[in-house]
Structures are given as structure tokens and as C-alpha cells.
T-cell receptor
Framework: KNEVEQSPQNLTAQEGEFITINCSYSVGISALHWLQQHPGGGIVSLFMLSSGKKKHGRLIATINIQEKHSSLHITASHPRDSAVYIC???????????FGTGTSLTVIP | KAGVTQTPRYLIKTRGQQVTLSCSPI?????VSWYQQTPGQGLQFLFEYFSETQRNKGNFPGRFSGRQFSNSRSEMNVSTLELGDSALYLC????????????????FGPGTRLTVL
């Protein structure tokens, strides 16, 4: 079963474009993580959300609990944003993370 | 503060062998979680340790085990290795103030890439 669905799977953008990555989940959650993984494997936590909206620099994450949906936006994209972006949800009652399959983003100069 | 460290970074083993991977969490973090990442299955939760006790476990066979020491360092062990165990193994630590706290932000290590031949 897929508790977490991400879209799109692959995304290519020109430098400077506004990017949106979507994450939908099927059950109640305690929290949602947006993660960034660069080639080589290391994972960085970008945001932890349980409601509303958060912003760090050019990155914005929103979550709509009623619609079971979250989005990650990147404004003024840059080639260094090229990475895989992964949505992870902490399911209420299960005490573990479930991960989306990731969105591979390539930003072309 | 130093980040999460994992050793070794790369490992090559043959089928049937066993392997032990190590994870040192961020100082002050008492929770350590382990994850497996493969191209086919993506990231999957293995288990979580808190104060030397396994608190949560994912859906993996008993060949996968772990432990946590009093200094919060953790090891995971895979016995009787299979080709399908080839993966990137990631650990993550979090500041979990008490057992039963439902969720805390996780900080990931660089991973150990295991290849089983």
C-alpha cells in the first residue's frame, strides 16, 4: 500500500523558474517532513510541518491537513537545487515514517 | 555540534556473510532510527532505538537487528546477507525528550552503501 504519493516523479526546470512538488497521503498524520537528497546519498531535512506554512529562504512548504496534501515550492530555482526531494509522513498511531518515492529535480542553467 | 556520523561509508560483502554498521548520533540525541534505501523500494523504516531499547520496528525479517549503547551510539547488524540487501543504509537521530513522544525532527547521517556480491 502507498501511504504517500508524490508528484511529479521527475522535473526539469530552467534556472529562475518557480517549482512546485506535491505530496498526498491517505491517513491521519502527526507530522510531515520534506527531505532533500543530493547525489551521493546524504539527506537533509528541509522542513517539518504539522500545520500551515513554513519558509526558509527560497523554499516554502505548505500543508493542508483536511485535504491530506502538502506542497514544496522553490522560488527562483538554481542549479544547486538539483536533487531528489522526498516527502515523509509520520503516521498517527504507527510511530514510524513512511516515505514518498521522491521527485528528481534538475535545474538547467 | 557535530552531525550524525556513520561508519563505514562503503562496504562490500558476499552472500551469506554478516555485517555490522555503526551510527553515532548528534550529542544529546537519544533516539536513533535506521532506514534502508534501494532503487526499487525507496526509503523504508527498519527500526528505532531510544535509551538502549527498540521502540519501533518496521517490516523487515529477523536477519536485520540492532542495538543502542548507553552513549546513544547504535549499531545495526544484518546476518546471512542476500543480494537484495544491497542498499544505502541511513541512520537518523532526533532529540526525543521522553519515551512515547510521538515525533521529533530527524537529522540524517551520510549513509553506508552496502554491496552484496
Amino acid at each position: 500500500k502507498n501511504e504517500v504519493e508524490q508528484s511529479p516523479q521527475n522535473l526539469t526546470a530552467q534556472e529562475g523558474e518557480f517549482i512546485t512538488i506535491n505530496c498526498s497521503y491517505s491517513v491521519g498524520i502527526s507530522a510531515l517532513h520534506w527531505l532533500q537528497q543530493h547525489p551521493g546519498g546524504g539527506i537533509v531535512s528541509l522542513f517539518m510541518l504539522s500545520s500551515g506554512k513554513k519558509k526558509h529562504g527560497r523554499l516554502i512548504a505548505t500543508i493542508n491537513i483536511q485535504e491530506k496534501h502538502s506542497s514544496l515550492h522553490i522560488t527562483a530555482s538554481h542549479p544547486r537545487d538539483s536533487a531528489v526531494y522526498i516527502c515523509a509522513v509520520f503516521l498517527r498511531g504507527e510511530a514510524q515514517f513512511y516515505f514518498g518515492t521522491g521527485t528528481s529535480l534538475t535545474v538547467i542553467p | 555540534k557535530a552531525g550524525v556520523t556513520q561508519t563505514p561509508r562503503y562496504l562490500i560483502k558476499t552472500r551469506g556473510q554478516q555485517v555490522t554498521l555503526s551510527c553515532s548520533p548528534i550529542s544529546g540525541h537519544r533516539s536513533v532510527s535506521w532506514y534502508q534505501q534501494t532503487p526499487g523500494q525507496g526509503l523504508q523504516f527498519l527500526f528505532e532505538y531510544f535509551s538502549e531499547t527498540q521502540r519501533n520496528k518496521g517490516n523487515f525479517p529477523g536477519r536485520f537487528s540492532g542495538r543502542q549503547f548507553s552513549n546513544s551510539r547504535s549499531e545495526m547488524n544484518v546476518s546471512t546477507l542476500e543480494l537484495g540487501d544491497s542498499a544505502l543504509y541511513l541512520c537518523a537521530s532526533s532529540f526525543s525528550p521522553k519515551a512515547g513522544a510521538p515525533y521529533n525532527e530527524q537529522f540524517f547521517g551520510p549513509g553506508t552503501r552496502l554491496t552484496v556480491l
